[in-house]
C-alpha cells in the first residue's frame, strides 16, 4: 500500500484534550483516495470523535478488509494497532482480536463491496453474536477500485456513471443489522459531520455491537445524475430521525417539568439553557419500530439517518460465553494448563 507521512511538526498552541493530545496526535498518513472522496471525511469524522473523548491512541484496535474504505484506517489514528485482512474477512480477524484482548477499542472499517459481497456471511455472525465493537461501512454503491461496477447495495434503477440500469434489488445494511439483533444502529452521509462524530462518539462508548452505515459518494464513479450515492441526491432525500449530540460522563443535571413548559438549566460549565419539552416522534428503543420506519421511508424514496436503535443495556460476546475477565492474551501457563484433574472434572460434568 503506497501513502504519504505527514510531518510530526505542529503549531505548538494546538489544542489538546484531557490527555494532553492535539488533533494532530490522531491523524494517520496523507490520504491517497481520489479528492472530495466521502471517506475522506469519514476519516476526519473518526479522528475528531476520538480526539474529543480523549481516547489514548494505543487503546484503539482499527481493522479493515479490502476496498477504497478498507484503505482508510492509513488515514487516522496513525499511533493505534492496525489489521488489512483480506476480503470481507475483516469481522471474524476482528471477532478473534476482540475475544483476545477486551481491553482494546475495536474499529472496524469496511465498505459495501467488502460487507455486503463477499463478507455479507462475516457481517452477519459478527452483528448477531454481539462482538463489543464499532463497525463502520463507508457506503457507496459500486467497487471504486475496479472502475465503478455497482455494489449490493445499489438501489434497483439506479444508474452508473455510463448509463447503465442497475437491475438487481439492493441490500439495506441498517436493516439487516435491526434484524440480525444489533444494538446500536445508525445511519448517516459523510458530508454531514455534525452528525457523524456524535454517532462514532456514542458507537465507541457502546458496550455491545454498534453498527454505522455512512453513505459516502463515491466522486470517481457515482455522483452524477440518476446515483442514488450521489452528493446531490442524498442531501436532497436525506431525512434525519434525531438531532444528536453526545455528552461525556459528568455528575447528573436532572430536570422535571411539565410538557409544554420551559424551563432554564444551568450546566456544568455555568452556561445556561432553556428547555421547552416536546411530545417526542421517534423512539429510537424500539426496533419494531426502526425497522418498519425505515421500509415506509425507503419506500418514499427517503434516505434515512441519524440513530435508529439503540439498547441501552446490552451484552456482549464476553458475556455471552462467560469469558474470564483477564485478557486471554495475558494469561499464563498456569491458567490455560490447569492440569489433567481439572480437564478430568470437566469431562466427568458433561456425561
Known amino acids: 500500500m503506497t501513502y504519504i507521512v505527514k510531518p510530526k511538526f505542529h503549531h505548538p498552541s494546538l489544542p489538546k484534550n484531557a490527555l494532553g493530545y492535539t488533533h494532530r496526535d490522531y491523524e494517520g498518513a496523507i490520504s ?5 472522496c466521502g471517506h475522506d471525511s469519514i476519516s476526519g469524522a473518526i479522528i475528531t470523535a476520538c480526539f474529543e473523548l480523549a481516547i489514548a491512541p494505543h487503546r484503539v484496535a482499527k481493522l479493515s478488509g479490502i476496498g477504497c474504505s478498507s484503505k482508510t484506517p ?8 492496525g489489521f488489512n485482512s483480506v476480503h470481507g474477512r475483516m469481522p471474524s480477524v476482528l471477532t478473534g482480536a476482540n475475544l483476545a484482548n477486551r481491553d482494546l477499542i475495536y474499529l472496524g472499517v469496511s465498505g459495501d463491496g467488502d460487507s455486503a459481497s463477499i463478507g455479507l456471511g462475516q457481517f452477519a455472525h459478527a452483528l448477531r453474536r454481539g462482538i463489543d465493537m464499532v463497525y463502520i461501512v463507508e457506503n457507496n454503491g459500486v467497487y471504486g477500485l475496479t472502475k465503478g461496477q455497482f455494489s449490493a447495495t445499489a438501489d434497483r434503477g439506479s444508474k452508473s456513471k455510463r448509463g447503465v440500469v442497475n437491475t438487481d434489488s439492493s441490500i439495506d445494511l441498517v436493516a439487516m443489522a435491526l434484524q440480525l439483533g444489533a444494538t446500536f444502529v445508525a445511519r448517516s452521509f459523510s458530508g454531514d459531520k455534525a452528525q457523524l462524530v456524535p454517532l462514532i462518539k456514542a458507537a465507541i462508548e457502546h458496550k455491545g455491537a454498534a453498527f454505522i452505515d455512512v453513505i459516502s459518494p ?36 436532572t430536570v422535571d417539568y411539565a410538557p409544554g413548559s420551559l424551563e432554564i438549566v444551568e450546566q456544568h460549565d455555568g452556561s445556561r439553557i432553556a428547555l421547552r419539552k416536546l411530545a417526542p416522534n421517534y423512539d429510537p428503543h424500539d426496533r419494531l419500530r426502526a425497522m418498519n420506519y425505515l421500509q ?45 484433574a481439572a480437564l478430568d472434572k470437566i469431562n466427568a460434568g458433561l456425561r
Open 218 to 253: 463515491c466522486v470517481a464513479f457515482n455522483n452524477h445524475a440518476g446515483s442514488t450515492r450521489s452528493f446531490d441526491y442524498v442531501r436532497e432525500h436525506n431525512i434525519a430521525v434525531n438531532k444528536l449530540d453526545f455528552l461525556t460522563g459528568r455528575d447528573p443535571i
Open 296 to 340: 415506509e421511508s425507503a419506500a418514499a424514496g427517503e434516505i434515512v439517518t441519524g440513530l435508529l436503535y439503540v439498547e441501552d443495556e446490552a451484552d456482549d460476546l464476553h458475556e455471552n460465553l462467560n469469558t474470564v475477565a483477564t485478557p486471554l492474551n495475558a494469561l499464563g501457563e498456569k491458567e490455560l494448563c490447569p492440569g489433567s
Open 32 to 36: 491517497t483516495l481520489c479528492a472530495g
Open 74 to 81: 492509513t488515514y487516522f489514528l496513525g499511533q493505534s494497532h
